[in-house]
């Protein structure tokens, strides 16, 4: 992999692309309810103008500007435009709470934001007496003033912006949705997304020139900013989403043949198609899916098998924002169910004596924000506990904050066995509980729409408050909860547990946007509950 020295910084992304791949589709969204394409040199136009309505607003190179936005091709516009007028990119989950926006934009000193909704224009606006750097907040859908602004500036000064701009520069700074406490800027620099993207150039690890990939990740996260970044790297078109609940619509109109995704999907998918036969799995994927990637959080071996098994090979990876998305992942060639496959060309990685991953590479980042820089070449640790086999492959085995001692000095690490409870089709999250407790206990979930059909067969009631407290759900769950904890050592395994009469959800601030579980938050919740389990 070439070093930093020979890398150019992502201010240089878009015009290469579209000087390789003019009339090559970039974007594809849908819109009056067809699907329309944008090519390179579309976006082009599109990203150049808002770049310099953007100087017209006057921002200043380094200063930051906001996203405040879901996934849709105006996100990368933004994203792209803020970048090409050597501004720093600073996205927000659009389920951010108003405390959570304010802190983001505060913390970063951010000059504009590009807000998505009315509402999300209004809560910003609100805001502003508390944001004293703030001097700019934009629709989305008006865009095209900022455009119409930008005829009035100098492309010249656009194009020095980008050669000024140098690789330890920062090119965005995400903030962690974080499982406990308050959200940390990850400082990502120029250098940082490209060292990445000739990672997986190196390693051959993502889509190909010639793949459509779905794009549905919230690119306020890095896994799927990076999806974003490496399909303008090598030419490739992106299929946007159409909405949060079309997935499986998407999936059968745009017949993607790359899908990046995480792990709740594929299990939901897995519940769902359990008894369905190989030609069914493939076409709900659209039926020309080359590879599926999952990671965010980890994934049960099985679940890889059965899709393998089915025609759909789903590769695993693992990899933190810290680390500008990427740290380890399998490939169609070298892959292990259970494992999230080799380290990426040209990163270092060890385990400490702990068993705690450590890693060190060009695409480690500069640090957090307002806190002391992370020393150049310095180990990175990640707080995730890991295994290597004799060939190489890595296995997460928990996560070290998350690890439970109980009252008798038992380490216990929740993941695995909530991974595996989460499988029933029935359950929707599963917490295990007992740090400091004479034995492990878990709060449940349902599957609102598993559990409603299961009831309705039997003649129950179909909500889920409702079934939440009946003897025939519990002893349901009773049930899965011991096919689940035969697995495991006794010391192990969830002795007694509680259901709730609601799922957790990311509004309610349990789990985070990529829909991991926010510990601190429901412990604190739900404790009179859990506290009942020991009496």
Known sequence: MPTATFLKPLTGLLPAAVERFPDRVAVRHRAGGDWRDVTFADVSEIVTELALGLLALGVAPGERVALLCATRPEWTYC????????????????????????????????????????????LVRRLRGSLPRLRDVLAI????????????????????????????????????????GRAKGCVLTHGNYRA?????????????????????????????????????????????ASGPDRLL?????????????????FEKLHAALADAPAERVRAVFGGRLRKALTGA?????????????????????????EAATGIAIATLDAHRPGTVGHALPGLELELAGDGEILVRGPNVFAGYHGEPPHPPGAWLRTGDLGALDADGFLTITGRKKDIIITAGGKNLAPANLERDLKRSRYISEAVMHGDRRPY??????????????????????????????????????????????????????????????????????????????????????YAAILDALYR
């Open 79 to 122: 994203d792209l435009a803020i970048t090409l007028a050597g501004a720093v990119v600073v996205p927000i989950y659009p389920t951010s709470s108003p405390e959570e926006c304010e802190w983001v934009l505060a913390d970063s000193g951010a000059v504009a934001v590009i807000a998505e909704t009315p509402e999300q224009v209004e």
């Open 297 to 321: 959080a980890p994934i049960a071996p099985d679940i890889l098998e059965f899709f393998w098994a089915r025609g759909v090979p789903l590769l695993e990876g693992y990899g933190m924002t």
């Open 249 to 265: 619509a998407d999936l059968a109109e745009v017949r993607p043949t790359f899908l990046p995704s995480v792990p709740r999907v």
């Open 440 to 525: 492990p206990v878990a709060l449940i979930t349902l599957d609102a729409q598993e559990i409603a059909g299961w009831a309705r067969a039997r003649g129950l009631p179909e909500d889920v408050a409702t079934l939440s407290w009946h003897p025939a759900v519990r002893a349901l769950i009773q049930a899965e909860l011991d096919r689940v904890n035969v697995h495991y050592a006794r010391v192990s395994q969830i002795k007694r547990f509680a259901i709730l009469d609601h799922d957790l959800t990311i509004a309610a601030g349990e789990l985070t946007p990529t829909l991991k579980v926010r510990r601190a938050v429901v412990n604190a919740r």
């Open 141 to 180: 859908d008006a865009l095209d003033s900022l455009r119409a602004r930008g005829s009035l500036t100098e492309p010249e000064a656009l194009a020095a912006r980008g050669e000024a701009i140098t690789l330890d520069e920062p090119y965005t700074i995400i903030y962690t949705s974080g499982t406990t």
């Open 196 to 240: 990445m993207l000739e990672m997986v150039h190196a390693g051959g690890l993502l889509g190909g020139r010639d793949d459509l990939t779905y794009l549905h990740l919230p690119l306020a996260h890095a896994f799927g900013l990076l999806m974003m970044l490496w399909s303008f790297e090598i030419g490739g078109a992106v299929a946007y």
